[in-house]
């Protein structure tokens, strides 16, 4: 079955920096686009960054562009997510999200939750002085 396990949260000051993986199982990583997704408490998960299938063009929030970098090695069925210059309002649940093809050629598309159709359990990144 599906399985998509994320690691590398934590505590964290401001303006440190932070690595996310999402290690997948059970489905062709490679032929799938894949993302991230954060959620706090009491609000609507939302998109932070999409990578298609072949790691062509990525998409990130306006919120993240700049500090946080998405990547994938499907050799080895990992997600990535690299952020940088963290701030307090980057403290979330962050998850990974399987799509349900290889990319989206509207990009707006990768923001829609029902166009994933497997998602990880989450892993908490607080970041606080």
């Not at 700049?66 to 990547?71: N, Q």
């Not at 166009?115 to 990880?120: A, M, P, T, V």
Request: aromatic share 14%.
């Amino acid at each position: 079955q599906v399985q998509l396990v994320e690691s590398g949260g934590g505590l964290v000051q401001p303006g440190e920096s932070l690595g996310l993986s999402c290690a997948a199982s059970g489905f062709t990583f490679s032929s799938y686009a894949m993302s991230w997704y954060r959620q706090v408490p009491g609000k609507e998960r939302e998109l932070v960054a999409a990578i298609p299938n072949n790691s062509g063009s990525t998409y990130y929030a306006d919120s993240v562009k700049g500090r946080f970098t998405i990547s994938r090695d499907n050799a080895k069925n990992t997600l990535h997510l690299q952020m940088n210059n963290l701030k307090p309002e980057d403290t979330a649940v962050y998850y990974c999200a399987k799509a349900k093809t290889a990319f989206y050629f509207i990009t707006s598309h990768y923001a829609k939750m029902p166009n994933y159709d497997y998602w990880g359990q989450g892993t908490q990144v607080t970041v606080s002085s």
